[in-house]
């Protein structure tokens, strides 16, 4: 009777082994992996705690939350039974098997650009991971945007579908650089402003957006609030580390870097560096700084002194690999002031990497600075050492504490 | 019932200095390490918070992170002819708790002990004949020089990102830095941290005296800095919130700093918080450990299989688990025989308490290690042949804090309470220096560790009983040193001065030091030792036991440098053993 106790075991194996990758795909697997990676598919896939890529993430979106559904190869609550061309029609396109509509949560407008090679070595990659039972709810929406067939209308107007196509023009550097931010990458759908149908508004590209209320700064190359003072090689110390000297990642940054960016190789890193800094500057110039003697001024620095300069330095300029620089920081010079103001709210924490481990937290301050305190120190931040961005009210600052209460890191 | 768990490479008792870094090392070379700690995680951002952690009455009143009572505790008496009875609140010294251990609260006073100290009883005698050892001593020379440790000095400062100034950079004296020290291969990481006006005081005064003042080595750093391990730290800001907490500032080197963020990335590192290791576990000749068994906080028993066990709690805790678990014979006093609790010492505290008039010293402005020390009456720096003792202290003019509700300065005659008091606290706060002698203590036939015959813990287990007071060697030794931090102290231009002797017998309940050493002594023979050179167990070669429990006797410096040092040099002895499993010395 052994041979029957064999089979009965073998036979799982049978029916899933159909759905699994070859195992002479392994340069797919490892290629599908790093792609993965680019795309960060694990940061929405995966619930805090849970089992990576097996979904159930709630995202919340202006028109309610979208829960993510599950990607490992589980038959019957993953995509198991998907074929690479299944695969291929939901990040091309935006559809289901079924051919049902998904929504652009699943940011498929950046996807539709990435190759078909590379779509089918993720896929392989993805049919690696072991099959995590997890059903979701998929129909979370309210009523009237849970009328996935509305998708026909939105996509006419907001997705152009296709692959991307290399600038013959450029480098090969700039154009492979323009592929992952504007693919796989798919940065824009952060560092983009929405439209109110929440479609990314093509005419500022990258000008920056605020995200569960943290300010997605300007990508651009611009001067105030872009990466005008970064080089290429800024750019790819704080994609690789988490930080260069005038900056430390935090926010929804900090994981991108952690489970993504970090992870990739330099060439792409500088690929992205070199797009993001020759594609061109675009933002608001800056404004007059205000001038020392405002009150608001006086206010700020009254408070920066006995709280904040402790660790970021009379003269703003921080400490390396700890607290970030303040002077010429373009966090303080965004036109949208949210993630200045959210930190000293709640506090948070840098991001971890190989190279610099340590995360240093920057506390919790929204207890004992009220509305108008924290609007004078963070107008004080944005308009000193060099700094000239626009003050911030009270109100700014009590719209924001309310959106984020208990949300302490 | 006990629930056996899988097996793994190697089990670590205590996540402190020595746990995390023998976690991290041994987990960054691929094998499965499990750290079992009893107390709490703790992590700078979470529990040091910059909002919180500057609390003087939950840290240093209520000793928020320090252990209980309730977790453990000991019995005491000054000698065997006394009922030990037990220590219901922690006083003298103040073992920490949970993930850092003392690590966490430390002041960050970070030494290495002189070539002298590691051969002392060959070089006393050598200079001055028998006749100078001390009736009843025990004193031993370390089966390790300064030469051989210089290396493994040199790396812990490197992970610790000590602030000093070098005395002695291969043979070459310095200028400025402490002229006694051993020569060191490098300069310290980061600069000396700066100094008080006192402290400029006492360097005027040392220095016409003919000593030799230098900058106290510090973990509270002075620049920022980022160590071999890739952690990085701010530079301190001398807020005065050192001993008895966490730094929220990132400033002063703890396994929180300068291990843990590097540590926790290690795919291969498992850690257990609320848990307590209650036996090392041996094969039934009880020639190997076979792992551990713990309790966790519910309540419930595990064993955790190893093939490697490191011993690495605060070193009276180490003593106690080697007692319990039969590793080693224990020591009995009468007989003069064993080795687990043999040679306990501790140190001396003595100095001068100085007042001054039209000063401001603003004692607040400080950090657990800045001030300036001098070695000039350390180890065999200065001829004992006119004193009759052995052994020698360093002395410092130090600030460490100026907290609201604990340093409360009055000149003698003060009442010690009311409007006087107050007056003459707000007199004296500004113009109160203190020239201290921090003083070695040698070991003694009387002076031990072993289990208490009537007193046990809640899980029934014997409590370790302490036997110890400071003999006459200590006792002069201690005061004539009083007598050189009051002479320093009326140079430096104190109107009025008082001087502090060694309190004796040794009192359990007043503060004074959380240096206690010896009990797991490492030693060139088995006889008069638990551990060989390398800190593996003599009887059991897959233990590896860590801490200050390894010092033959004590020597007149705070014990943390010297114990990182031990612990890289015992990590090359577990590589070894890795490498070719077995006794690395024969007895």
């Known amino acids: 009777m052994r041979w029957l106790r064999h089979l009965i075991l073998l036979l799982p194996l049978l029916v899933v082994g159909g759905a699994r990758a070859e195992p002479d795909n392994y340069v797919d697997i490892v290629r599908g992996k790093a792609l993965a990676t680019v795309g960060d598919c694990v940061a929405c896939h995966t619930t805090s705690g849970g089992q990576p890529f097996a979904g159930g993430l709630a995202l919340q979106t202006p028109f309610g939350a979208i829960v993510t559904p599950n990607i490992t190869p589980d038959a019957t609550t993953g995509i198991g039974s998907w074929s690479a061309d299944d695969f291929a029609r939901a990040m091309h396109e935006g559809r289901r098997p079924g051919g049902t509509y998904l929504y652009p949560a699943f940011p498929y407008p950046y996807y539709t650009r990435v190759t078909r090679k590379d779509l089918d070595a993720i896929y392989a990659y993805l049919r690696t991971l072991p099959p995590v039972e997890n059903r979701v709810n998929r129909n979370t929406l309210p009523f009237p945007f849970n009328i996935r067939l509305s998708m026909i209308g939105w996509n006419m107007l907001f997705f152009t579908p296709g692959e991307f196509k290399a600038d013959p023009k450029r480098s090969d550097e700039f154009n492979r650089g323009a592929y992952l931010v504007e693919g796989l990458g798919h940065c824009g759908a952060c560092h983009t402003p929405f439209n109110s149908f929440g479609a990314s508004q093509n005419d500022k590209y990258l000008q920056g957006n605020r995200i569960d209320n943290w300010t997605a700064p300007n990508i651009t190359n611009d001067m105030q609030a872009g990466l005008g003072k970064w080089s290429v090689d800024n750019v790819v110390q704080y994609l690789k580390t988490g930080q260069t000297r005038f900056s430390l990642a935090s926010g929804p940054m900090k994981d991108v870097i952690e489970n993504s960016t970090s992870k990739m190789p330099d060439t792409d890193l500088k690929a992205i560096a070199a797009y993001l800094k020759e594609r061109g500057a675009a933002g608001s110039p800056a404004p007059a700084p205000l001038p020392a003697s405002d009150p608001r001024m006086q206010m700020g620095e009254a408070i920066f002194v006995d709280t904040c300069s402790a660790c970021h330095m009379r003269s703003g300029a921080g400490v390396e690999h700890m607290f970030p620089k303040l002077a010429g920081n373009v966090i303080t010079t965004q036109n949208d002031p949210a993630s200045l103001i959210r930190i000293i709210i709640t506090g948070g924490r840098a991001t971890a990497t190989d190279s610099f481990p340590t995360s240093p937290s920057m506390p919790s301050l929204g207890y004992r600075l009220n509305d108008s305190q924290i609007a004078a120190v963070v107008t004080y931040v944005r308009n000193s050492w060099g700094n000239a961005a626009a003050p911030v009210s009270a109100e700014t600052v009590k719209d924001l504490r309310a959106r984020v209460a208990g949300a302490g890191d | ?587």
Request: with cysteine; hydrophobic share 35%.
């Open chain 2, 1 to 587: 019932m006990v629930r056996r768990l899988p097996r793994k490479d190697v089990v670590i008792v205590g996540l402190g200095w020595t746990g995390s870094i023998l976690a991290y090392e041994l987990a960054h070379t691929g094998l499965d390490v499990v750290a079992i700690e009893r107390g709490p995680w703790r992590d700078t951002a979470v529990d040091f918070n910059i909002g919180t952690a500057a609390d003087e009455l939950r840290y240093a009143v209520r000793q928020d992170i320090f252990l209980r009572p309730t977790q453990e505790t000991l019995t005491m008496r000054n000698n065997p002819s006394q009922t030990a009875l037990p220590i219901r609140k922690w006083g003298s010294f103040l073992p920490g708790n949970g993930v850092g251990g003392a690590g966490v609260h430390w002041n960050g006073q970070t030494w290495r002990f002189l070539p002298d100290d590691f051969r002392i009883r060959s070089h006393m005698i050598e200079r001055y004949g028998e006749g100078i050892m001390p009736e009843g001593n025990h004193i031993q020379d370390w089966p390790v020089s300064y030469d051989e440790l210089e290396p493994y000095y040199d790396k812990f400062e490197r992970v610790a990102g000590i602030s000093g100034r070098a005395g002695n950079i291969k043979g070459e004296i310095q200028p400025g830095g402490n002229r006694f020290e051993g020569a060191r291969e490098n300069e310290y990481p980061t600069p000396a941290m700066k100094q008080g006006y006192q402290q400029e005081l006492f360097t005027k005064a040392a220095a016409n005296m003919g000593l030799h003042p230098f900058p106290r080595p510090s973990a509270n750093i002075s620049t920022a800095y980022t160590n071999p391990y890739g952690c990085s730290m701010a530079p301190c800001t001398y807020c005065g919130f050192c001993e008895w907490f966490g730094c929220a500032n990132y400033s002063k080197a703890s396994p929180q700093t300068c291990v843990l963020p590097a540590l926790i990335r290690e795919p291969t590192f498992e850690a257990r918080t609320e848990c307590e290791v209650t036996k090392v576990n041996l094969t039934v000749d009880g020639k190997m450990a076979t792992g551990v068994t713990y309790v966790d906080a519910n309540g419930e028993e595990w064993e955790q299989p190893a093939d490697l066990v490191l011993v690495c709690a605060y070193g009276l805790f180490n003593v106690r688990l080697l007692l319990l678990s039969g590793i080693g014979k224990p020591y009995d006093p009468a007989s003069d025989e064993g080795v687990v609790g043999r040679n306990y010492a501790y140190q001396t505290g003595s100095g001068s308490t100085a007042f001054f008039e039209d000063v401001k010293f603003n004692p607040f402005a400080a950090a657990g290690s800045t001030g300036v020390a001098l070695d000039d009456f350390n180890s065999d720096n200065f001829d004992h042949g006119p004193h009759g003792f052995v052994g020698g202290a360093s002395i410092t003019c130090a600030h460490t804090n100026g907290r609201p509700i604990r340093y409360h300065p009055t000149l003698p005659g003060t009442p010690a309470w009311g409007s006087a008091w107050k007056k003459g606290v707000r007199d004296a706060y500004q113009r109160v220096a203190n020239v201290g002698a921090q003083g070695s203590v040698m070991s003694y036939r009387n002076n031990y560790l072993d289990l208490d015959p009537t007193y046990k813990d809640a899980l029934g287990r014997p409590l370790m009983r302490m036997t110890f007071d400071y003999q006459p060697n200590e006792q002069k030794m201690a005061n004539w040193m009083a007598e050189r931090c009051n002479e320093i102290a009326k140079a430096m231009g104190a109107k009025v001065t008082q001087v502090n002797r060694l309190g004796v017998p040794w009192n359990v309940v007043p503060y004074q030091t959380t240096h206690n050493t010896g009990g797991t002594v490492m030693s060139s023979d088995p006889k008069t030792g638990v551990l060989n050179r390398y800190l593996q167990s003599w009887d059991v070669p897959n233990v590896f036991v860590m801490g200050a429990s390894a010092f033959p006797q004590n020597a007149g410096y705070n014990p943390t440098g010297t114990v990182g040092a031990l612990t890289y040099w015992g990590l090359d002895g577990i590589f070894n053993y890795l490498k070719s499993p077995g006794a690395l010395v024969q007895p």
